[in-house]
């Protein structure tokens, strides 16, 4: 589910010292960390048919219907902030808690 309402406790514990630690790192410091015994990339874009259907109703109830991709920065285990990349910042859409708006597909199963 898509979050549209954080609560300010959940924002200033889990959410705004993340994103204060991100204004301390350039967009090419941002993009090479990685997760994981692979190496995946922790934040990226991702292209709008790979997010859910809610997220991509959303968008055209927002009128940014016309995007390619979205940018995923992960907070942490299922916490995810999606935006718009513009230059040197995030415009911020949603808080995603539970990783669903564009959960991974996991091999094998």
Known sequence: Q???DVSRAFFLSKIYPKLRDFETKTWKEIERETTGKNGRSKHHSIDIKDLC???QERLVELKLDDLDSLFSL???GTL???GI???NYLRILWVDQDHKI???QKKNT
Do not use: G, V
């Open 102 to 104: 564009c959960p991974s």
């Open 85 to 87: 990349r513009n230059q």
């Open 80 to 82: 995810r902030i999606f």
């Open 53 to 55: 259907e809610e997220a």
């Open 2 to 4: 898509i979050s549209l």
């Open 74 to 76: 992960r907070l942490d």
